[in-house]
T-cell receptor, first 114, second 116 residues
Framework: GDSVTQMEGPVTLSEEAFLTINCTYT??????LFWYVQYPGEGLQLLLK?????DKGSNKGFEATYRKETTSFHLEKGSVQVSDSAVYFC?????????????FGDGTTLTVKP | DAGVTQSPTHLIKTRGQQVTLRCSPK?????VSWYQQALGQGPQFIFQ???????QRGNFPDRFSGHQFPNYSSELNVNALLLGDSALYLC???????????????FGEGSRLTVL
């Protein structure tokens, strides 16, 4: 079945540092890929998405590129802020079906220190 | 524009009891999915409702059941509670299957269930 593997956390960075959170997936067909973020005390929010190979999703300075050859969707940000401290989840949804049946990774906790 | 709302936010039950959790989807959404999130893990898909029918189901026993109402709101019912059912239960709404925007899930803040 489908699966998503994220780099283990927690990750602690200083403000303005470069961020990479690795995500690889296993799926049949051509899934859509997502990053969700969960800020303290809040629900999960969609951060960015990509629906086909080589697509780049971006939002709030975060980027991720759909790499079919390496089955990866790594999250990057050039300069993190304290406000980026949160739990980040990589997820996939089966191709051409709705995202209701999404498969999530276990999340990576990011702490950014001033 | 109201987002996804869930109730109750916290509840405590004992083994063997039954629980009902409620969810109202984001305005404009007609599809509701339920997820279970154990501590330190990602959300696990329970099932999805569209047009008042269960459309997809994850690997959860029949003790987990649901319902969707004509106004698109939904309930999750869990019977014969076990200690292992303690988790955060998340409701997510989305556009209907086949919609170009169906890939975007909007989550509520969840219902924290503790089974003693």
């Amino acid at each position: 079945g489908d699966s998503v593997t994220q780099m283990e956390g927690p990750v602690t960075l200083s403000e303005e540092a470069f961020l990479t959170i690795n995500c690889t997936y296993t799926a049949t067909g051509y899934p859509s890929l997502f990053w969700y973020v969960q800020y303290p005390g809040e629900g999960l929010q969609l951060l960015l998405k990509a629906t086909k190979a080589d697509d780049k999703g971006s939002n709030k300075g975060f980027e991720a590129t759909y790499r079919k050859e390496t089955t990866s969707f790594h999250l990057e940000k050039g300069s993190v802020q304290v406000s980026d401290s949160a739990v980040y989840f990589c997820a996939l949804a089966p191709y051409n079906t709705n995202a209701g049946k999404s498969t999530f990774g276990d999340g990576t906790t990011l702490t950014v220190k001033p | 524009d109201a987002g996804v709302t869930q109730s109750p936010t916290h509840l405590i039950k004992t083994r063997g009891q039954q629980v009902t959790l409620r969810c109202s989807p984001k305005s404009g959404h007609d599809t509701v999915s339920w997820y279970q999130q154990a501590l330190g893990q990602g959300p696990q898909f329970i099932f999805q409702y569209y047009e008042e029918e269960e459309r997809q189901r994850g690997n959860f026993p029949d003790r987990f059941s649901g319902h969707q109402f004509p106004n698109y709101s939904s309930e999750l019912n869990v019977n014969a509670l076990l200690l292992g059912d303690s988790a955060l239960y998340l409701c997510a709404s989305s556009h209907s299957p086949g919609s170009i925007r169906t890939g975007e899930l909007f989550f509520g803040e969840g219902s924290r269930l503790t089974v003693l």
